[in-house]
Structures are given as C-alpha cells and as structure tokens.
C-alpha cells in the first residue's frame, strides 16, 4: 500500500500566471518587440509564424478573467499568484491609470470572494514604453520609478492582499536580456547585466520597505529562479564550479535582500549537471515539450539549501510544457514527494503554486509550449481541465498526496 503524505495545515495550494502570458491587449516592451522587423525577420527564417509568437490577446484574461477563477474554483485552490502590468497601470510616466488598478482590486475581491488567497507579483517582466526609452533596467532612475509605482500600486491594492511579490526572477530576466540577449532589449553586454542585476536589488530593497511602511502585516519576497546544480561524479573540478554557480545564480541574489524579505518565493525547472562546464546535455528519463529535462528531486535540494535563511518558503513556480498531459500529473506528484520530504526535515514550506493554471504565452516561445492545467482554445478562449487538473484538485482538496 502506498503511504499517505499529509502537508501542513493551512497549507496554500495554488497556481500561477503572469500578466503578460494571459491578459491580452497590452501595450510594453515586450508587444513592441514581438512586432518589430527585427523579430519577424529572425522567424522566418526559421520558417515559424510571426504570428505565433505575438501576444495579442494571449488567453484573454483581461477581458474575463472570471473564467480563471472558475479554473481555480475547480481546482479546489486557495491561493493564486498573478501579476500586475506596470505598462497597463502607469502608460505614461507619472499618470497611473484608475481603471487598471480597479481591474485588478476587482479580481483580488472575487478571488477572496471565493476564499482564494492573492500574491500579488508587483514585476514580472515586461516594462511600460516610456520606462524602456529611459533604459530600462539598465539605468539607475529605474530604482525611483519602481519605488513610485510600487507605493501607488500598493496603496492602491492593500487592503485584501496580504502577500506579495516585488520581482519575478531577477536573474533570469538580467541573464536574457542583458547577457545572452534573446529577449528585450537583446543586449550581450556582461557590464550591463551586473548594473541591471544591482539595480533590481536596489529596487526591491527600497520596495521593500514603501510596501512594509503601508501595513507591516504585509508579508514581502521575491520569486527567485534556483538551479539544482550538481557535480558530475562528484569531481573536484565539478564540484568548484557547482560551488561558483550556486553562490552566483542561486545565492547572490537572495544574499543581498535576505535583510529585506519575509519568505522566500522559489521557481524550480532545472536540473544542470555540471561537467566540466554548464548545460551540457545529460540524460533525463523524461523531457517536457520544449526539451527541458524532469528531475523532481532537485527541489529537495534547493529547499534544503534554502533552510539557512530561516523564512518561511513558497514554491512560487513549478511546471512543465506538456501538450499532450503525458507527465504533468506524474511529475507533480514525485515533486510534491521530494517537497513533503524537505518538510519533514524541516524546511518551512508553506505553499505551492503549479506553473500554470491555463495554457498562455511562452515568452520568445510563443504560444506552441503548453503549460496549463487548463487547456486553452486559442480561438474561443474556452477553458478545458486536462487530466491532470483532476489530479492536482485532489492533492488541493485532501492537503496530501498519495
Ligand atoms: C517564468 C514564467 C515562465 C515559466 C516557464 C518562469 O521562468 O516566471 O513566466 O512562463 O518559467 O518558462
């Protein structure tokens, strides 16, 4: 008989998203940069669609976004994690928009309507027009207008929100935009990533304090990427580079703001098995849609590397692009087994969002990855449980995986 594996009590079961990935009909610098000559020339030649990589409506939550409560209501969730768009809420520099910020106070009251806790992510990537041609991340007058923005979109929201999340993934954001450059602005400048990554710790320093300083109940993190990094037969070699990459990738970061934040939000995709250098291909005995390897166990890891810090942790993000549900429900369960394993060691693990809880779009991937516990119909917005939607209902009903 298989055993019974019980969370803690109060334990948050969620999902998350991201503005940009669902709402539609926005105007940042990603939408911009998905239209540009530049980009549609580079897919062509790779003979894709321009089309499939344009956000568009993406899966039109802005318009109804009741249709992703009911997806959180059939999963038995009680917590979700979205984001706010800061193009959406400050279009111009300095203006911020009462309908947008309403927008949002309006789907924080249906969630808690239904008894479904909001994080409430401040950042999660794209920036307003304006903001771009300042510089972006790359110019240190960033740091005041996040701080403006955060106190205005706070006030504004705090009454019914009790968590949130200042950045999405810092360090993936400043490595791809700034060092490898694949996405906005494309910059392949490792000056510029150190000023970018210095300038987000700055602004959710300073966040940190404007969002504290409106109701010291309120609970502040970030969401940080972490890598499972191993040492390839445990080499000495191996073993000094997996040691440089979790100081620089996993811990800088949170190292700098760990003075500056009340849990700790964890992103977990990747397993990197370092042989004498990074990312070379390894086996996996199961891959996502996009080639991305499946190794649950790296997030027993992370967490028990996390445990020196001391603060509560929610796992922010965790997923897999799988079309076909082959995987999902599989690889949320041993997940969950290797998380429950953390927690009976001790790690104080409070929650768990599914990266996603609808099919949206996949940033320079466009919209072939499928992420969702919900299918999306592209062309009618409808919304479809896959199996495994079922299964993690389940999981949200009984606090306990099997
Ligand atoms: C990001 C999401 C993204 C997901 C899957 C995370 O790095 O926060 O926006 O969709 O990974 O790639």
Not at 154 to 180: A, G, Q, R
Request: hydrophobic content about 35%; aromatic content about 16%; proline content about 4%.
């Amino acid at each position: 008989m298989t055993e019974e594996k019980q969370f803690p009590k109060n334990f948050f079961w969620g999902c998350a998203t991201s503005a940009h990935q669902i709402e539609g009909g926005l105007t940042n610098d990603w939408t911009e940069w998905e239209k540009s000559a530049h980009r549609t020339e580079h897919l062509k030649k790779q003979n894709l669609n321009p089309q499939d990589f344009i956000s568009h409506k993406a899966a039109n939550s802005f318009e109804d976004n009741n249709a992703d409560v009911a997806c959180l209501k059939g999963l038995s969730a009680n917590a979700y994690r979205f984001s706010v768009d800061w193009s959406r809420i400050e279009p111009r520099e300095g203006e911020f928009d009462e309908q947008a910020l309403a927008y949002y106070l309006n789907l924080i009251k249906k969630l808690r309507a239904h008894n479904i806790e909001p994080f409430v992510t401040l950042w999660h990537w794209p920036l307003p027009l304006w903001l771009r041609d300042k510089g972006g991340w790359a110019s240190p007058q960033i740091v005041k207008y996040f701080e403006r923005f955060v106190q205005t979109a706070v006030k504004y929201l705090n009454t019914d929100v009790n968590f949130w999340l200042t950045l999405n993934e810092p360090m993936v954001y400043s490595s791809m935009s700034y060092l490898n450059g694949e996405w906005p602005p494309q910059k392949k400048n490792p000056w510029l990533y150190y000023c970018v990554i210095n300038n987000l710790i700055k602004a959710h320093r300073i966040a940190y304090a404007v969002i504290k300083k409106i109701d010291s109940n309120n609970q502040v993190g970030i969401a940080k990427h972490n890598i499972y990094f191993e040492a390839y037969q445990g080499k000495l070699f191996n073993r000094l580079l997996k040691a440089g990459a979790d100081w620089w990738w996993n811990e800088r970061f949170l190292n700098k703001i760990k003075n500056y934040q009340d849990f700790i939000g964890l992103n977990y995709y990747f397993h990197n098995k370092v042989n004498y250098g990074f990312g070379k291909k390894h086996e996996h005995d199961k891959y996502s849609d996009i080639g991305w390897g499946l190794h649950p166990e790296g997030i027993y890891h992370l967490l028990k590397d996390l445990q020196k810090y001391g603060k509560p942790v929610y796992i922010t993000e965790n997923g897999l692009a799988d079309r076909g549900d082959q995987h999902r429900s599989w690889y949320i369960h041993e997940v969950l087994s290797n998380v429950h394993r953390a927690i009976a060691e001790g790690v104080p693990v409070k929650g768990y969002f599914h990266w996603s809880l609808i099919d949206n779009f996949e940033w320079a991937h466009g919209f072939h990855p499928r992420f969702g516990l919900y299918e999306v119909d592209y062309q009618t917005f409808e919304r479809k449980a896959r199996s495994s939607a079922e299964y993690y209902k389940d999981i949200c009903e009984h606090n306990l995986i099997v």
